[in-house]
């Protein structure tokens, strides 16, 4: 396998480009992928021979380890709708956060196929931020100020109703190495379907509004922030227990259509954070 390079402007991530739309992903070693997205924490494959449909991306996705299911089934279609009810299925931003934060398991792998980029100047840029890094990097006192924090985070939608509490500074779940918990707050006036309900402890009331803006700036701040601009054909995988993720607005109507998989760690991670639901409404 070739020698991976790094997405340009980014202070992490590999990049690995077939040689030719002949190549197939399928041929590729999934145990080295597996191993360069835990050491580099975001792995883009691009240029490789397309999969026909939703089915076959989740059987390549089998290879990676066990699926976190959904009632959906393992493929979520990332899509603008008509009349969304949540902000996931909205041409709108969607703020910092992690995914299997509401869910009895949290997974390890993110996989996002690109079906359909949207244009050049159309936005939808997925927004990942390395939170190692940004750790490693911080100032004592404001480490220390966010290190105070815990979340507690209330979400209902179609396909969980729960409640998830995490101190913003945790461990990894595997290496034991720091890295940061947080679904940043969007403001009451933000024209955002399907507000979540945040509350924050352990940080001085006088001292939130500091809270959030340094974390906010730091997370997205160059180097620890890259924003994927999709082609149609990219496969992204992240490594979801250390990044976060979030998506720029796009232009409506837009034809950005991404694929996505969960894949499980291998023993799964149950949820730390979770305290109630995450499973539909009612069931």
Request: glycine residues 8%.
């Amino acid at each position: 396998m070739q020698t991976p390079a790094r997405p340009p402007l980014a202070g992490f991530g590999a990049v690995l480009e077939a040689a030719s739309p002949e190549k197939r992903l399928e041929d590729l070693p999934v145990a080295e992928l597996r191993e360069l997205v835990r050491d580099h924490h975001l792995l883009l494959l691009r240029g490789f021979s397309p999969f026909a449909d939703a089915h076959e991306l989740a059987a390549y996705c089998t290879l990676w380890g066990e699926i976190s299911m959904w009632p959906f089934g393992a493929v979520l279609e990332l899509t603008e709708h008509e009349n969304p009810g949540d902000h996931i299925f909205d041409h709108r931003h969607v703020p910092l956060h992690w995914d299997g934060m509401y869910r009895p398991q949290v997974p390890e792998f993110q996989l996002f196929h690109c079906v359909s980029a949207p244009g050049e100047d159309q936005g939808g840029g997925t927004v990942f931020s390395q939170t190692s890094a940004v750790l490693r990097d911080a100032d004592a006192g404001t480490r220390a100020l966010w290190e105070r924090a815990r979340g507690t985070y209330r979400r209902k939608m179609e396909f969980y109703e729960s409640t998830a509490v995490s101190p913003v500074v945790t461990a990894h779940p595997v290496t034991g190495e720091p890295v940061i918990r947080y679904n940043e707050p969007v403001a009451a006036d933000d024209e955002f379907i399907n507000h979540p309900d945040l509350e924050f402890d352990g940080v001085p009331e006088a001292r939130l509004e500091e809270f959030h803006r340094t974390l906010s700036s730091a997370l997205r701040a160059p180097g620890y922030a890259y924003t994927h601009k999709w082609r149609t054909g990219d496969l992204v995988v992240a490594d979801n227990y250390t990044l976060l993720h979030g998506r720029e607005a796009f232009t409506s109507r837009a034809p950005r259509h991404l694929r996505r998989v969960h894949v499980l760690g291998d023993p799964p991670l149950e949820n730390p954070a979770l305290r109630a639901g995450g499973r539909p409404p009612g069931s």
